[in-house]
């Protein structure tokens, strides 16, 4: 397909000023075939980008290794520029949207020469639902190509949904190395160096441009960029949740299901939740989402959610066949793989995969690696981040209804972080704005999924959307109030609960085993719902009986009562840091709910004493 066979001619018009800018040596449009992606896939291989693996172990496979500084998202060059810097809010780097515009056109200006300008029309949720949306992205990787074509759904079928004057989201994306006469890249990830790399987002005119990474986050721009940060401010004024969420749908012995979404931080595992093999006998869990709910009110008043992707872009090491065999299932065939080592007959290997490294492996820098495990100090072969980018269609936890274009009906939202003490294993808030205080002060340790952060140290992660929340993170608690008080009927709103699988004691002994066993917190959820839990009132909010829950084994009484304490003193520090630390950085945008519900739960914790 040729960009003169587009019929929109607003797009069209808008692809070739671009490459007017970009000077590219020639368009190509993504259309979504499976002859275009072997084509891509094919060049990437010739040009020793990326290398094929084993067609008996990884069939369809391929491995990138990228440039060793462009491994993560950048968050202090990630920004929102907004027409002032109060609607970026204070948890948002900004910048005046003329002068970033300005800038960034200079450094667009030739930053194609020598390379193909991709166009890839791409529909965030099932094309043509009406909760879906369409954007276009241009684009000089074909990495970035041939990863839309697995995280979403590419090409000619949403072209047709655009029809000749549909909306779309504008983003433009270069890895920002213009190529002289003659030269090429020579198999090595192009890339700019940090201080020219910028991720931004203009969320009045809903457009998003990026420039100088390949990495996924920051490139492929459908998933961070457009389903969060501009999804956050179109789903503000349009009534709407656009969420960092996994869905999942839980069913009990008797084949009754609830759906469910999640928040947590990058890197907690959420992509292990929403796959969990559970353990306790006759429960199934069923993945419709990992990473990004869409949630509306349906007709009937309740929730819906859809999962705008169609892939998984996970990340690697610690992901075994122990830990989430569904991921291993999904990520074996049809797959792409960036950053993991590679073996000798050319399979993947990264740390936590559960098994050694067999022989000689080449790491993700491209240098030969044999792992020597006395060594503590030894590089890790694949990079904490290094990540799997797998068809969803591929998972055997899939939910039938994971495409169902109206979405699924929400009866429960968690939120959760990595916290070591003060947070119990699962507690319920006792109404909707309760819940939007608990999203509000989601914390957790800092892991490598962000490249500027100091690994290790706490940070308070609102909704785990403070990378990715398109406006005032204030304004968006106030959306979060609004609506819960939207709803028609206010028993249909899903309720809210926060956990926490991080437990551990003064020794630092993890206190809960995680994974599959989560399933004896969702089996608790899922009785919460239907009103058949057993549970008691404390001044965090419901909780859990010491028997609610089965203990699995290794799991002491004590290790439990721990799990299920309330840690009055713990919690009145809490109090104190949000009071101090973390809700004074909204000024007046802070909600009047969130503030006042603080002083109830501090008197609640007082009275305990
Ligand atoms: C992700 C992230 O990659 O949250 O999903 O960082
Ligand atoms: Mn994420």
Same mark, same amino acid.
């Given at each position: 397909?040729?960009?003169?066979?587009?019929?929109?001619?607003?797009?069209?018009? /808008?692809?070739?000023? @671009?490459?007017?800018?970009?000077?590219?040596?020639?368009?190509?449009?993504?259309?979504?075939?499976?002859?275009?992606?072997?084509?891509?896939?094919?060049?990437?291989?010739?040009?020793?980008?990326?290398?094929?693996?084993?067609?008996?172990?990884?069939?369809?496979?391929?491995?990138?290794?990228?440039?060793?500084?462009?491994?993560?998202?950048?968050?202090?060059? %990630?920004?929102?520029?907004?027409? %002032?810097?109060?609607?970026?809010?204070?948890?948002?780097?900004?910048?005046?949207?003329?002068?970033?515009?300005?800038?960034?056109?200079?450094?667009?200006?030739?930053?194609?020469?020598?390379?193909?300008?991709?166009?890839?029309?791409?529909?965030?949720?099932?094309?043509?639902?009406?909760?879906?949306?369409?954007?276009?992205?241009?684009?000089?990787?074909?990495?970035?190509?041939?990863?839309?074509?697995?995280?979403?759904?590419?090409?000619?079928?949403?072209?047709?949904?655009?029809?000749?004057?549909?909306?779309?989201?504008?983003?433009?994306?270069?890895?920002?190395?213009?190529?002289?006469?003659?030269?090429?890249?020579?198999?090595?990830?192009?890339?700019?160096?940090?201080?020219?790399?910028?991720?931004?987002?203009?969320?009045?005119?809903?457009?998003?441009?990026?420039?100088?990474?390949?990495?996924?986050?920051?490139?492929?721009?459908?998933?961070?960029?457009?389903?969060?940060?501009?999804?956050?401010?179109?789903?503000?004024?349009?009534?709407?949740?656009?969420?960092?969420?996994?869905?999942?749908?839980?069913?009990?012995?008797?084949?009754?299901?609830?759906?469910?979404?999640?928040?947590?931080?990058?890197?907690?595992?959420?992509?292990?939740?929403?796959?969990?093999?559970?353990?306790?006998?006759? /429960?199934?869990?069923? %993945?419709?989402?990992?990473?990004?709910?869409?949630?509306?009110?349906?007709?009937?008043?309740?929730?819906?959610?859809?999962?705008?992707?169609?892939?998984? @872009?996970?990340?690697?090491?610690?992901?075994?066949?122990?830990?989430?065999?569904?991921?291993?299932?999904?990520?074996?065939?049809?797959?792409?793989?960036?950053?993991?080592?590679?073996?000798?007959?050319?399979?993947?290997?990264?740390?936590?995969?559960?098994?050694?490294?067999?022989? %000689?492996?080449?790491?993700?820098?491209?240098?030969?690696?044999?792992?020597?495990?006395?060594?503590?100090?030894?590089?890790?072969?694949?990079?904490?981040?290094?990540?799997?980018?797998?068809?969803?269609?591929?998972?055997?936890?899939?939910?039938?209804?994971?495409?169902?274009?109206?979405?699924?009906?929400?009866?429960?939202?968690?939120?959760?972080?990595?916290?070591?003490?003060?947070?119990?294993?699962?507690?319920?808030?006792?109404?909707?704005?309760?819940?939007? @205080?608990?999203?509000?002060?989601?914390?957790?340790?800092?892991?490598?999924?962000?490249?500027?952060?100091?690994?290790?140290?706490?940070?308070?992660?609102?909704?785990?959307?403070?990378?990715?929340?398109?406006?005032?993170?204030?304004?968006?608690?106030?959306?979060?109030?609004?609506?819960?008080?939207?709803?028609?009927?206010?028993?249909?709103?899903?309720?809210?609960?926060?956990?926490?699988?991080?437990?551990?004691?003064?020794?630092?002994?993890?206190?809960?085993?995680?994974?599959?066993?989560?399933?004896?917190?969702?089996?608790?959820?899922?009785?919460?719902?239907?009103?058949?839990?057993?549970?008691?009132?404390?001044?965090?909010?419901?909780?859990?009986?010491?028997?609610?829950?089965?203990?699995?084994?290794?799991?002491?009484?004590?290790?439990?009562?721990?799990?299920?304490?309330?840690?009055?003193?713990?919690?009145?520090?809490?109090?104190?840091?949000?009071?101090?630390?973390?809700?004074?950085? @909204?000024?007046?945008?802070?909600?009047?709910?969130?503030?006042?519900?603080?002083?109830?739960?501090?008197?609640?914790?007082?009275?305990?004493?």
């Amino acid at each position: 397909m040729n960009v003169n066979d587009i019929a929109h001619s607003g797009l069209k018009q /808008w692809i070739l000023d @671009f490459a007017e800018l970009a000077t590219p040596e020639n368009i190509v449009i993504a259309d979504g075939s499976s002859a275009q992606y072997d084509e891509l896939v094919a060049q990437q291989i010739a040009g020793g980008y990326c290398v094929p693996l084993n067609p008996e172990k990884k069939p369809g496979c391929i491995a990138y290794n990228s440039d060793p500084s462009d491994v993560a998202r950048v968050e202090n060059r %990630t920004y929102i520029a907004a027409k %002032t810097k109060e609607a970026a809010g204070p948890t948002n780097n900004w910048i005046d949207p003329d002068q970033l515009k300005t800038d960034m056109t200079g450094l667009y200006r030739g930053c194609m020469k020598g390379r193909t300008l991709y166009a890839i029309p791409f529909s965030m949720g099932p094309v043509g639902s009406p909760i879906a949306k369409i954007g276009v992205e241009l684009t000089d990787s074909a990495y970035v190509v041939i990863n839309m074509m697995i995280m979403t759904r590419v090409g000619s079928k949403v072209l047709d949904v655009l029809g000749t004057d549909g909306a779309f989201v504008p983003c433009y994306h270069s890895v920002g190395k213009p190529l002289a006469e003659g030269e090429s890249d020579n198999g090595v990830w192009p890339c700019a160096p940090i201080e020219k790399k910028y991720i931004s987002h203009f969320p009045e005119t809903r457009e998003i441009w990026s420039y100088g990474s390949g990495y996924g986050g920051n490139a492929l721009l459908g998933k961070k960029c457009l389903a969060l940060r501009i999804a956050s401010v179109l789903a503000r004024d349009e009534g709407w949740l656009a969420e960092h969420m996994l869905i999942l749908k839980v069913t009990n012995p008797e084949g009754k299901s609830i759906f469910v979404t999640g928040a947590f931080p990058s890197a907690c595992g959420k992509t292990n939740l929403a796959m969990l093999i559970p353990t306790i006998p006759g /429960w199934k869990v069923e %993945t419709v989402g990992d990473d990004i709910a869409w949630m509306k009110y349906g007709a009937d008043g309740q929730l819906y959610a859809i999962n705008p992707e169609a892939g998984f @872009f996970g990340v690697a090491p610690g992901t075994s066949t122990e830990s989430n065999l569904n991921a291993m299932v999904s990520a074996s065939k049809n797959s792409i793989f960036t950053n993991c080592a590679i073996t000798e007959d050319k399979d993947i290997w990264w740390e936590g995969i559960g098994y050694d490294a067999p022989g %000689t492996l080449i790491d993700w820098h491209g240098n030969e690696w044999v792992q020597d495990k006395g060594n503590k100090e030894q590089k890790t072969a694949a990079h904490p981040n290094a990540r799997f980018t797998a068809p969803a269609s591929q998972c055997p936890s899939i939910a039938s209804e994971w495409e169902d274009p109206k979405g699924v009906p929400i009866s429960a939202i968690l939120f959760g972080g990595r916290r070591a003490s003060t947070v119990p294993l699962v507690h319920q808030s006792s109404n909707w704005n309760h819940g939007v @205080f608990l999203g509000s002060i989601v914390g957790s340790e800092i892991t490598a999924a962000a490249l500027d952060l100091k690994v290790g140290s706490i940070r308070r992660d609102p909704f785990a959307m403070l990378p990715f929340c398109g406006y005032n993170m204030g304004d968006y608690f106030q959306h979060w109030i609004n609506v819960g008080k939207a709803a028609k009927d206010q028993t249909k709103l899903p309720k809210i609960f926060y956990v926490n699988w991080f437990r551990k004691t003064a020794e630092g002994k993890w206190l809960w085993p995680g994974f599959g066993e989560n399933s004896r917190v969702l089996k608790w959820v899922f009785e919460s719902c239907q009103g058949t839990a057993k549970s008691v009132e404390t001044p965090i909010g419901t909780m859990p009986t010491l028997d609610a829950i089965d203990r699995p084994a290794g799991v002491s009484e004590d290790d439990m009562k721990q799990l299920l304490y309330v840690d009055v003193k713990g919690w009145l520090k809490e109090v104190d840091d949000i009071r101090t630390n973390h809700y004074p950085k @909204f000024g007046d945008h802070l909600p009047k709910e969130l503030a006042e519900f603080l002083d109830q739960m501090e008197a609640k914790l007082k009275a305990a004493l």
